[in-house]
Nanobody, 123 residues
C-alpha cells in the first residue's frame, strides 16, 4: 500500500480557489490510479475526481465538473486538486485515495487513504 498525506485545505470565500496536494510515499506511485473524495458533516463520503496512472485521463463528479481539475506529478509522487469557483456546498473534508482499478468511483475500490484536509467555503 501507499501512504498518503493531504495538504492545502483552509477557509476561502465563495468564488475563490484552493489547490489541494496529496503526497505519496514509496516508489510505486505511478502504478496507482489516484482519486479525491470528500465528506461533508452528516453526509456520506462521495467521489470527486480521479486520474489514471500517467495523468492522461481524468473523470469528475457532475457537481464539480468544469470547476475542479485533478492532476499528478509522478516525479514528485504528488496528486493535486485545483478547485475554482468554490461554493459553500463544497465545504467538506477532502481525502485522496489510491486504487489499482481505473474507472471506478466506489470507495471500496480505493484501498489507501489519507487523513483528510478540511475545506471551508464561506458565503
Amino acid at each position: 500500500q501507499v501512504q498518503l498525506v493531504e495538504s492545502g485545505g483552509g477557509l476561502v470565500q465563495a468564488g475563490g480557489s484552493l489547490r489541494l496536494s496529496c503526497a505519496a510515499s514509496g516508489r510505486t506511485f505511478s502504478s496507482y490510479v489516484m482519486g479525491w473524495f470528500r465528506q461533508a458533516p452528516g453526509q456520506e463520503r462521495e467521489f470527486v475526481a480521479a486520474i489514471d496512472w500517467s495523468g492522461g485521463n481524468t473523470y469528475y463528479a457532475d457537481s464539480v465538473k468544469g470547476r475542479f481539475t485533478i492532476s499528478r506529478d509522478n516525479a514528485k509522487n504528488t496528486v493535486y486538486l485545483q478547485m475554482n469557483s468554490l461554493k459553500p456546498d463544497d465545504t467538506a473534508v477532502y481525502y485522496c485515495a489510491a486504487s489499482t482499478r481505473w474507472g471506478s468511483d466506489l470507495l471500496t475500490d480505493f484501498g489507501s487513504w489519507g487523513q483528510g484536509t478540511q475545506v471551508t467555503v464561506s458565503s
